[in-house]
């Protein structure tokens, strides 16, 4: 079982460019998850979706939207990327949104 | 609210050394809590949890117990191996919302 797949695995960006991070999971999870990670701060929830359909706001969600057309996707996209993205981006989902959370590999973004 | 404290690191230990890294929080109701583990360029995987006060969760020689009074939950190790340098993240789960991750601490084992 592959789990959580994350793409790309690491991508430079000119700031003032969007992107999308791609997140699937093979787990037919309900609750889907992108965090940031940054030196000193730990993870920090942006966005998540308790089931398909639905979406909600994390502790740090400007600049960033997601959408959950599907039960296995889960897309982040940076409409206008700044340097201050710069970070480690997780995906993670769970059965539900109190159960263990299982993370993908990461996506290490750079914007300059 | 909902959040969580862990020792900040880093913490460096010579192998076969025992292990604390102290995790507290502040939580509405009675939470689940979990302890993560983070190797050098992977994202995090479930160590252990528990579910209920007096709870113990335990894997790989790792172990932690729920301590409603204390409200705690310290990760502890009898005898640590280099290949459990690592960042370790204490989390609670409040409810049906997200997981609260405290900031991480990390553990340098030296041979």
């Known amino acids: 079982t592959a789990g959580i797949t994350q793409a790309p695995t690491s991508q430079i960006l000119a700031a003032g460019r969007s992107m999308t991070l791609r997140c699937t999971q093979d787990?037919?999870?309900?609750?889907m998850y992108w965090y940031r990670q940054d030196l000193g701060l730990g993870l920090r929830l942006i966005h998540y979706s308790n089931t398909a359909g639905t979406t909600g706001k994390g502790e740090v969600p400007d600049g960033y939207s997601v959408s959950r057309a599907n039960t296995d996707d889960f897309p982040l996209t940076l409409a206008s990327a700044v340097p201050s993205q710069t970070s480690v981006y997780f995906c993670a989902s769970s059965e539900s949104g109190a159960d263990t959370q299982y993370f993908g590999p990461g996506t290490r973004l750079t914007v300059l | 609210g909902n959040s969580v404290t862990q020792m900040e690191g880093p913490v460096t230990l010579s192998e076969e050394a025992f292990l604390t890294i102290n995790c507290t929080y502040t939580?509405?109701?009675?939470?689940?809590l979990f302890w993560y583990v983070q190797y050098p360029g992977e994202g995090l995987q479930l160590l252990l949890k528990a579910t209920k006060a007096d709870d113990k969760g335990s894997n790989k020689g790792f172990e932690a117990t729920y301590r409603k009074e204390t409200t705690s939950f310290h990760l502890e190790k009898g005898s640590v191996q280099v290949s459990d340098s690592a960042v370790y993240f204490c989390?609670?789960?409040?409810?049906?919302?997200?997981?609260?991750f405290g900031k991480g601490t990390r553990l340098s084992v030296i041979a």
């Open positions: 989390a609670l789960s409040p409810g049906n919302t997200p997981l609260v």
């Open positions: 787990m037919r999870h309900n609750a």
């Open positions: 939580a509405t109701g009675y939470p689940s």
